[in-house]
């Protein structure tokens, strides 16, 4: 299980950044600012990334990439909640892999996060085993869903949806989950959103749909594999 050291003051964030690392497998270690970030980090030497706030006190996550910098290449992914291109520019300079502006959708940062580790571990890439049950294919690089070679038009969020499932056959989304994963956890519409894209998904996806795509009721949605 590969540890991701999460360094942000806000808790509420820290938490829920935590908790989608968890449930996509990995081991995250929370550090309330920057000191603690680098504390920890010297005390696992087999920390996989750092995802890092960049306003914290104490030390600030800019300061904690450059420290950290001059020992490893350990991959660094930077939150920040302002968007100016000074903060792109400076987050490069100091040697960060890669940056998120806040709010940010949780389902984007774990793909964030996993492509920052596939990319600092090729030879762990499995990325050649596409997500395939019965005929139908998910090919992430060329974002492409095919049924029996043939390929489904799909609308962004019933992809993402899709791929949830394929990637944890047998697994229950709960209606909440998938809207904070796909949606964002800052999105205030109607959660039977995530009902009508489900239904249309399964719709588009005709006898395969009917076989695969569960409803789980009360709870949500799952793929079930024979």
């Not at 000191?35 to 696992?44: P, S, T």
Request: glycine share 6%.
């Amino acid at each position: 299980m590969k540890k991701i050291i999460v360094a942000d003051d806000e808790a509420r964030i820290r938490r829920l950044v935590c908790d989608f690392l968890a449930s996509e497998g990995y081991q995250p270690i929370e550090a309330a600012d920057g000191d603690i970030a680098l504390e920890l980090f010297e005390k696992n030497e087999d920390t996989a990334a750092l995802i890092l706030d960049v306003m914290m006190p104490n030390v600030d996550g800019w300061e904690v990439c450059r420290r950290i910098r001059k020992t490893s290449n350990v991959p660094v992914l930077m939150l920040t909640a302002r968007s100016e291109e000074f903060d792109e520019l400076m987050g490069f300079e100091v040697g960060a892999d890669d940056y998120v502006t806040k709010p940010f959708s949780p389902g984007v940062l774990m793909k964030r996060v996993a492509a920052l580790l596939r990319r600092s571990n090729p030879e762990e890439d499995d990325s050649a085993a596409l997500p395939s049950i019965d005929g139908l294919c998910i090919d992430e690089t060329a974002h492409l869903v095919t049924l029996d070679n043939k390929a489904l038009e799909v609308t962004l969020k019933e992809y993402n949806i899709l791929l949830k499932l394929m990637n944890s056959p047998g697994r229950v989304y709960s209606r909440e989950q998938l809207l904070d994963d796909i949606w964002g956890y800052d999105y205030a519409g109607d959660i039977r959103t995530v009902d009508s894209h489900v239904a249309r998904l399964r719709t588009k996806l005709g006898d395969w749909g009917e076989k695969h795509l569960k409803t789980v009721y009360g709870i949500g949605y799952k793929i079930e594999a024979e």
